[in-house]
Every structure is written in structure tokens, then in C-alpha cells.
């Protein structure tokens, strides 16, 4: 059985940094598509990054040079490092990762992904 579990969210002011943390039991991420979404409260979720088999990367671009996608395969594990965070950064932040070994990585469909944590909350008060 797969299990990702976020970790890391809280609440800090504009600018500020989080760096939210997905341990995968069960699943491999080394070499593998997996990524962060958000959902703001009335909003659909949405792809933040992706990081697919080949350790390249996609952002959203809300977030293109403030937050950066990692993995440890040592630890087993899947980051986001969160810098200049924002107001309308606050969502509720996702771990995601495919469940075969398609190459196909998408940062638009969360159809594609069949693991997913619970959440963590990011909030940055106005």
C-alpha cells in the first residue's frame, strides 16, 4: 500500500520561507513523476511543480523562482522549498505521484497521478 505524508505547512508572514516535506512508504520516488499541487478554499486544485524520471522540472508560473521541487532518494522523499511566499500562496499543498512508469509528467492533469497525500496548509496572511 502507498502512503505519502506532507509535512511542513504552518503560517508565516510575506517573504518568508516553508519547506513542506511528502515521505512515501510503499513507492520508490527516485526516478519517478511526482509533484506538489494547491487548493485554495473555492478554487480547483493546480499543479505548483513537477519533477519527472529525469530530474527535470516544471513550475507554475506564480511560482518560477520562488519555489524549488527536490527529492531525496536516499530518504525517500519529495520536497518544496517555499521562498517569497506570497498572500495568494495560501492553499492547502498536495503530494502527488504517478502510479506507473510513464514518462509522460504533466503539471495540468491531476488525472495522471494516482498517489496523493493528505495536505499540508500554507497560509500567509494579508
Known amino acids: 500500500q502507498v502512503w505519502l505524508v506532507e509535512s511542513g505547512g504552518g503560517s508565516v508572514q510575506t517573504g518568508g520561507s516553508l519547506r513542506l516535506s511528502c515521505a512515501a512508504s510503499?513507492?520508490?520516488?527516485?526516478?519517478?513523476?511526482m509533484g506538489w499541487f494547491s487548493q485554495a478554499p473555492g478554487n480547483k486544485r493546480e499543479g505548483v511543480a513537477i519533477?519527472?524520471?529525469?530530474?527535470?522540472?516544471i513550475y507554475a508560473d506564480s511560482v518560477k523562482g520562488r519555489f524549488t521541487i527536490t527529492r531525496d532518494a536516499a530518504k525517500n522523499a519529495l520536497y518544496l522549498q517555499m521562498n517569497g511566499l506570497k498572500p495568494e500562496d495560501t492553499a492547502m499543498y498536495y503530494c502527488?505521484?504517478?502510479?506507473?512508469?510513464?514518462?509522460?509528467?504533466?503539471?495540468?492533469?491531476?488525472?495522471?497521478?494516482?498517489?496523493w497525500g493528505q495536505g499540508t496548509q500554507v497560509s500567509v496572511p494579508a
Open positions: 510503499g513507492y520508490t520516488v527516485n526516478r519517478r513523476c
Open positions: 502527488a505521484a504517478r502510479g506507473d512508469y510513464r514518462l509522460y509528467c504533466p503539471i495540468g492533469d491531476e488525472n495522471e497521478y494516482a498517489f
Open positions: 519533477i519527472d524520471y529525469s530530474e527535470s522540472r
